[in-house]
């Protein structure tokens, strides 16, 4: 069996013919929803997000056995490739530990060590360092090897010479490497101090020290920021006297003449090359593990924003606060079409607020207003306010608020996209408009924006930028195919996402919509220039026509399984005409009572696969997003000198960090619920109780009005 089909069996707990199948279907250019929604029978249901680990260890471990071959390759040339080692570097299992074991052959810059190879050292350093029984002492092996010709004038320079080649074979062990590694895991500790006087965001670190065992990321993450920024000043705490001892027990013979010239030898290879090395590489290894941890908590909060409810069928105003230019105002019909924009000034003084008021009631009043959209940026408590008072003064029963994240917003705004699709509206009125469509559809709008810029996380900033695009871009495709797409109402930035297209080729789908209006049926992508059957095997059941003559061409049953969704249907004794008209809620018990396996059998499709359809013949088109709890909107507002400790309400999860959670409950400034706080129970993250988006109720815990800060707690409001 392939090793790394039996490693992934071991990490994941799946069988190997299950790993094989995915591996299999992955080579063969399959993208991952497609994986996880069509070919369910071959990893038995394994799920998106298992999928996507399984993609990124199956990168590493490749990466990992094409560096083994390499490394076998050059040690191999340099005639230096024993039995013993070639098993160690077959057995290493990390990219570090083969590293370790290649660290000694590699070809180095002019080191003090390879200076007194030159001069010829290397044998009197390994009559030291094998300390035999008829070995002399140190001073009296030096003096065959003193040759002023080549620069070794005395036995001192010899005995120099051979200490530094030593110093750089103890550094170079892969065994000691191993082992002192794992010591500092285990009792090591990360220290921080002030790099000056001043005060700043960092002066929790100003005198910190965590155990390298224990310390958690978002503190790994601070840290390298303060020293990045020149307010910290950071270093490993160990006990170097331990490891020297473990170091030298190992190297020294009892009794050896070299006792002395060996201990100093090992220290100083210790002291000058080793720890700064291994210290380099504990703190990338630090680093790393944070910003995966980072990475991964971004993605998780990603998926629901990007799931959040829509709100349809209404028209929409949206609201970008300001104070320089004012708040910008556009509305958008339910389609997200712009009926009109404006540019208010509320926090210029009181006659302006008025004004601003007057305006927008008669903009409501005009189109209809039933939602208003405020982000959350700059001046937006004023606007908010303003908003409430105007609902509250003009009696619009029917209208009510909520404020939303800007994130991004104004990115988009000023990209090309954007240019494109409003060429006639101002950068800042773009604004108002994403923020009024992201209330109408999160997903179709979020999707516009880069993910680094929604800003649901800790430190994005800070993160690999690659790594992270990779993980968020994962995130937004696997939630765009889950809730699948409109093909003749998509945007360019929607259909890019969508499995199998590339942008270019969902650039030539607008244009054919463009040219020969809607879609009629999906056989017609086929149509479209650069889009093959590979591409329309991925894409084809993530795209869907809603009004389409063949009704299956409204829901996720993917074109390979029409025959079998009919087929069924003649089994069970429906007629095809029943999709629409919603007559098929009885279809599962239909299944039971014919048999799931037997049925599966007769239609040439897995038990799997069967269930879907059938899920998807009782509500064609469904959207998944409309199963989850609608927004909380609003009318009026609290400010944060209306609230007291005791006070319950409700509220609904902005942020999920390491250290807790962010709650919007009305008021400008989102409370903090620590992780403590959350559950009855031990947690090790907010994430495994809370996501983005959870409706939850609070118990206010003190109010610090200066600071703008509000605690909560979760648990105690139960």
């Known amino acids: 069996m392939d090793r790394i089909t039996q490693r992934l069996s071991e990490e994941l707990g799946k069988s190997p013919k299950i790993i094989q199948n995915v591996i299999d279907l992955y080579d063969e250019g399959n993208t991952i929803p497609f994986i996880a929604r069509y070919r369910k029978e071959a990893?038995?249901?394994?799920?998106?997000?298992?999928?996507?680990?399984?993609?990124?260890?199956?990168?590493?471990?490749?990466?990992?056995?094409?560096?083994?071959?390499?490394?076998?390759?050059?040690?191999?040339?340099?005639?230096?490739?024993?039995?013993?080692?070639?098993?160690?570097?077959?057995?290493?299992?990390?990219?570090?530990?083969?590293?370790?074991?290649?660290?000694?052959?590699?070809?180095?810059?002019?080191?003090?060590?390879?200076?007194?190879?030159?001069?010829?050292?290397?044998?009197?350093?390994?009559?030291?360092?094998?300390?035999?029984?008829?070995?002399?002492?140190?001073?009296?092996?030096?003096?065959?090897?003193?040759?002023?010709?080549?620069?070794?004038?005395?036995?001192?320079?010899?005995?120099?010479?051979?200490?530094?080649?030593?110093?750089?074979?103890?550094?170079?062990?892969?065994?000691?490497?191993?082992?002192?590694?794992?010591?500092?895991?285990?009792?090591?500790?990360?220290?921080?101090?002030?790099?000056?006087?001043?005060?700043?965001?960092?002066?929790?670190?100003?005198?910190?020290?965590?155990d390298?065992?224990?310390?958690?990321?978002?503190?790994?993450?601070?840290?390298?920021?303060?020293?990045?920024?020149?307010?910290?000043?950071?270093s490993f705490d160990v006990m170097e006297d331990k490891i020297l001892w473990a170091m030298k027990k190992s190297i020294i013979r009892e009794h050896s003449p070299a006792e002395a010239f060996l201990d100093a030898a090992i220290t100083d290879g210790f002291r000058r090359l080793m720890r700064p090395s291994l210290e380099n590489e504990?703190?990338?290894?630090?680093?790393?593990?944070?910003?995966?941890?980072?990475?991964?908590?971004?993605?998780?909060?990603?998926?629901?924003?990007?799931?959040?409810?829509?709100?349809?069928?209404?028209?929409?105003?949206?609201?970008?606060?300001?104070?320089?230019?004012?708040?910008?105002?556009?509305?958008?019909?339910?389609?997200?079409?712009?009926?009109?924009?404006?540019?208010?000034?509320?926090?210029?003084?009181?006659?302006?607020?008025?004004?601003?008021?007057?305006?927008?009631?008669?903009?409501?009043?005009?189109?209809?207003?039933?939602?208003?959209?405020?982000?959350?940026?700059t001046a937006s408590r004023e606007t908010?306010?303003?908003?409430?008072?105007?609902?509250?003064?003009?009696?619009?029963?029917?209208?009510?608020?909520?404020?939303?994240?800007?994130?991004?917003?104004?990115?988009?705004?000023?990209?090309?996209?954007?240019?494109?699709?409003?060429?006639?509206?101002?950068?800042?009125?773009?604004?108002?408009?994403?923020?009024?469509?992201?209330?109408?559809?999160?997903?179709?709008?979020?999707?516009?924006?880069?993910?680094?810029?929604?800003?649901?996380?800790?430190?994005?900033?800070?993160?690999?930028?690659?790594r992270l695009e990779e993980a968020l871009s994962a995130v937004v495709e696997d939630c765009v195919n889950q809730v699948g797409v409109d093909l003749n109402t998509a945007s360019f930035s929607l259909l890019q996402r969508v499995s199998g297209l590339s942008p270019a080729v969902s650039r030539n789908i607008v244009a054919w919509r463009e040219q020969n209006g809607a879609f009629k049926k999906r056989s017609e992508l086929l149509k479209v220039p650069k889009l093959g059957p590979k591409a329309y095997e991925q894409c084809a059941g993530f795209l869907r026509i809603p009004d389409a003559e063949n009704v299956?061409?409204?829901?996720?049953?993917?074109?390979?399984?029409?025959?079998?969704a009919k087929k069924l249907l003649t089994l069970l004794h429906k007629d095809f005409s029943d999709i629409r008209s919603g007559k098929l809620r009885e279809l599962p018990k239909a299944l039971q009572l014919y048999g799931p396996e037997q049925a599966a059998s007769d239609c040439g499709v897995g038990l799997m696969t069967l269930q879907d359809i059938v899920s998807e013949l009782m509500k064609p088109g469904r959207d998944p997003r409309d199963e989850l709890p609608a927004p909380i909107f609003r009318t009026d507002l609290l400010s944060i000198e209306d609230l007291r400790p005791g006070m319950v309400l409700k509220g609904t999860v902005r942020n999920v960090i390491d250290f807790g959670a962010f709650v919007d409950i009305?008021?400008?400034?989102?409370?903090?619920?620590?992780?403590?706080?959350?559950?009855?129970?031990?947690?090790?993250?907010?994430?495994?109780?809370?996501s983005v988006g959870d409706e939850v109720t609070v118990v206010i815990l003190d109010v610090n009005g200066k600071k703008n800060r509000i605690s909560l707690s979760i648990k105690q409001a139960k």
């Open 552 to 564: 299956l061409d409204s829901t996720a049953v993917h074109p390979e399984s029409y025959d079998a």
């Open 384 to 466: 908010e306010a303003m908003t409430a008072e105007m609902i509250r003064e003009n009696t619009l029963r029917n209208v009510s608020y909520m404020v939303v994240s800007e994130a991004g917003a104004s990115v988009y705004s000023a990209s090309k996209l954007a240019s494109e699709e409003f060429p006639d509206y101002d950068v800042n009125l773009r604004s108002a408009v994403s923020i009024a469509r992201r209330l109408q559809d999160p997903l179709a709008e979020l999707v516009k924006i880069d993910p680094k810029a929604i800003g649901v996380g800790q430190y994005q900033h800070d993160m690999p930028e690659k």
């Open 43 to 210: 990893h038995e249901n394994m799920g998106d997000e298992l999928l996507r680990t399984l993609e990124e260890r199956l990168k590493y471990l490749r990466n990992l056995e094409a560096r083994r071959e390499e490394v076998l390759r050059l040690i191999s040339e340099q005639g230096k490739l024993t039995e013993e080692l070639e098993k160690s570097i077959g057995d290493a299992e990390t990219l570090s530990e083969l590293e370790d074991l290649y660290r000694p052959y590699q070809k180095k810059r002019r080191t003090r060590a390879t200076i007194a190879r030159e001069k010829g050292l290397e044998p009197l350093a390994d009559i030291l360092y094998a300390q035999d029984t008829d070995m002399k002492a140190p001073e009296l092996e030096a003096i065959p090897y003193i040759d002023p010709e080549k620069g070794v004038n005395t036995a001192e320079d010899a005995l120099q010479g051979a200490s530094d080649i030593i110093a750089e074979r103890v550094s170079d062990s892969p065994e000691l490497r191993k082992g002192i590694r794992g010591f500092y895991h285990r009792s090591g500790a990360l220290l921080s101090r002030a790099a000056g006087e001043e005060d700043s965001v960092y002066s929790g670190y100003y005198e910190f020290s965590g």
């Open 666 to 690: 009305g008021v400008h400034q989102d409370g903090l619920v620590h992780i403590s706080e959350i559950a009855d129970r031990y947690i090790k993250h907010p994430s495994e109780v809370l």
């Open 282 to 377: 504990l703190r990338s290894e630090l680093t790393d593990r944070a910003s995966e941890g980072a990475i991964r908590n971004f993605a998780s909060n990603l998926k629901p924003l990007l799931l959040q409810p829509p709100v349809r069928g209404a028209v929409t105003m949206g609201l970008d606060p300001g104070y320089r230019m004012g708040c910008k105002v556009a509305v958008v019909d339910p389609t997200g079409k712009v009926l009109d924009t404006a540019v208010v000034y509320p926090t210029y003084g009181e006659r302006q607020k008025q004004e601003a008021e007057k305006k927008l009631a008669a903009m409501i009043r005009k189109y209809g207003v039933t939602r208003i959209a405020i982000g959350n940026g």
């Open 212 to 234: 390298l065992s224990r310390i958690p990321d978002h503190q790994i993450l601070a840290l390298n920021r303060g020293e990045k920024e020149g307010f910290l000043k950071v």
